[in-house]
């Protein structure tokens, strides 16, 4: 009979650091994998140009799919706390083909925007302390984010707990300007002192569907993706205290406290800057807020430039945690070469992963922004395809693994079961909007044509090619975990580390 890997686990030399992180830091490092400022600002314009003063709406209902998902990473985590997650969980409950597709799509996802969210975090940077003939000098941004990459991932590689602590610093410092940004915004619409043309809030903008139409899809695909990140807490499941239930609550409590601030700078934006100055300025994305921010703060608009910039530097980080770490979860499978399971010795973290992942990330990123900086935003929407492919894949994992359970109670049925194949379906729905839309070259940021369709789905169809045909490589080169992965465990026995049964 074939051993089940899965529970022998890493010999305890060669193990990450456990309960380097408590629940806070877990939930620190979630939210801040959203890059919640450089987020909203991204989206928030385009938004706006679809459906008008109800995106607040659209920030509530694009929730509901990311809540369902979090439930099942909360269920699945509890009966196998494994850094690979998704990787994990899938290839447990529906085979290793499933599951190595699933760990290849969260280590692209890092590969895709690191190099993206670095390239802001320094822009924005720059532009805030006054230094805006370097932000506009391609060569010295390119260079100053190549250096923000490398030193991020070192402090990736030093520890966790040294992550954490830089997190906690980011995270704080970004929502005391998110916050100071939406005050002074709504407080400038009922004083009427705005130089926009501001609309006082109102209750009726939380309705998703006020817009309704195909302009409601459109924005529910926007709405969904900066939701995305928040599991990166659940990947750091073994350095965390209480392995088995703090990373899932931390994913949890991210969606809800990102829905929380996502409504209200949403509607301290639109309130502020009213539908039309939104809807012209759609194209300009995440430089929406430096326009918004000059207009509402006057001299005090680098307070939301720095509240973008340390948006999109903790989101640097907290990005290459999930990938590196599905990446070492792989390899000590034996669903990659040994080497990507390497942990440094002293520091109890990925290393070797970790690095690979930071270096593919800036070849990528180079190598795009010299094609065109357009081309650099159209890999940031193939990120759709793989988001939605490897969350819906993780919703339906949940309800298989668990499906001997989901008749014993009510909660069970609708919390493991039909909650996370709902928002799995919400998911392939709207991966199916994201393929059609895609389709047409004119909805890329560039508007040109690679092989007859746009850029992102090319980039997305390659992608998803090349990992097929790495994995079939793999398959046989080195067979092993194919031929030994773990089955289904009887999910009617008490789940405990590392999916060992009690």
């Not at 409601?216 to 995305?228: H, K, P």
């Not at 509402?296 to 430039?305: C, E, I, P, R, T």
């Not at 790495?470 to 789940?495: Q, T, Y």
Request: proline residues 5%; negative net charge.
């Amino acid at each position: 009979m074939a051993k089940d890997i899965t529970d022998a686990g890493p010999p305890p030399s060669a193990s990450l650091k456990p309960n380097a992180i408590g629940f806070l830091d877990a939930l620190v490092i979630g939210l801040n994998a959203t890059s919640p400022a450089y987020s909203v600002a991204a989206v928030i314009g385009p938004v706006v140009a679809l459906v008008g003063i109800y995106a607040p709406g659209v920030m509530v209902a694009s929730f509901v799919p990311m809540l369902l998902i979090a439930s099942a990473f909360y269920y699945l985590n509890k009966v196998d706390q494994d850094c690979g997650t998704t990787f994990s969980w899938v290839t447990r409950a529906m085979g290793p083909w499933a599951g190595w597709l699933g760990g290849w799509a969260i280590a692209m996802t890092g590969v895709l925007v690191v190099g993206s969210l670095a390239d802001v975090a320094v822009t924005f940077f720059l532009l805030a302390v006054g230094l805006d003939s370097w932000a506009d000098n391609d060569v010295v941004r390119q260079v100053l984010t190549v250096l923000l990459i490398l030193v991020m991932t070192a402090v990736c590689v030093i520890g966790i707990d040294v992550s954490a602590k830089v997190q906690n610093v980011l995270i704080l410092a970004q929502v005391a300007c998110l916050l100071v940004f939406a005050v002074v915004a709504l407080y400038r619409v009922y004083a009427d002192t705005g130089t926009l043309d501001s609309i006082e809030p109102e209750f009726s903008w939380l309705d998703p569907f006020g817009a309704g139409g195909a302009s409601l899809t459109a924005a529910l695909l926007l709405g969904v993706f900066i939701y995305w990140g928040w599991e990166s807490a659940v990947n750091l499941t073994e350095e965390t205290e209480d392995s088995a239930t703090a990373p899932g609550k931390a994913a949890v409590w991210s969606t809800v406290l990102l829905l929380v601030t996502y409504v209200a700078v949403g509607f301290a934006v639109v309130a502020y800057a009213g539908t039309a100055y939104l809807a012209e300025n759609a194209a300009e994305e995440e430089f929406i807020f430096a326009l918004l921010a000059e207009e509402a703060m006057g001299g005090w608009d680098w307070v939301v430039l720095l509240a973008v910039s340390t948006s999109a530097l903790a989101s640097t980080q907290t990005t290459i945690i999930p990938a590196s770490r599905t990446g070492l979860s792989m390899a000590r499978r034996q669903a990659l070469p040994a080497h990507f399971g390497h942990i440094n010795p002293r520091f109890r973290t990925p290393d070797v992963s970790t690095w690979w992942v930071a270096g593919i990330a800036i070849v990528w990123y180079l190598v795009l922004y010299q094609i065109s900086e357009n081309a650099l935003f159209d890999s940031l929407t193939a990120l759709s395809l793989l988001i939605a492919f490897y969350y819906a894949l993780t919703g339906v994992a949940c309800a298989v693994y668990y499906r001997r359970q989901l008749t014993r109670s009510v909660r069970n049925l609708f919390l493991i079961g039909l909650g996370p194949l709902v928002g799995a379906g919400l998911l392939a729905w709207l991966l199916v909007e994201s393929v059609a839309d895609m389709s047409d070259p004119a909805n890329s940021y560039s508007g040109v044509s690679w092989f007859g369709l746009g850029p992102p789905l090319v980039i997305g169809i390659g992608i998803i090619v090349t990992g097929v045909i790495l994995m079939v490589v793999w398959r046989l080169m080195a067979p092993v975990f194919w031929s030994e992965h773990p089955s289904v465990v009887d999910p009617g026995l008490v789940p405990g580390k590392h999916g060992k049964e009690s």
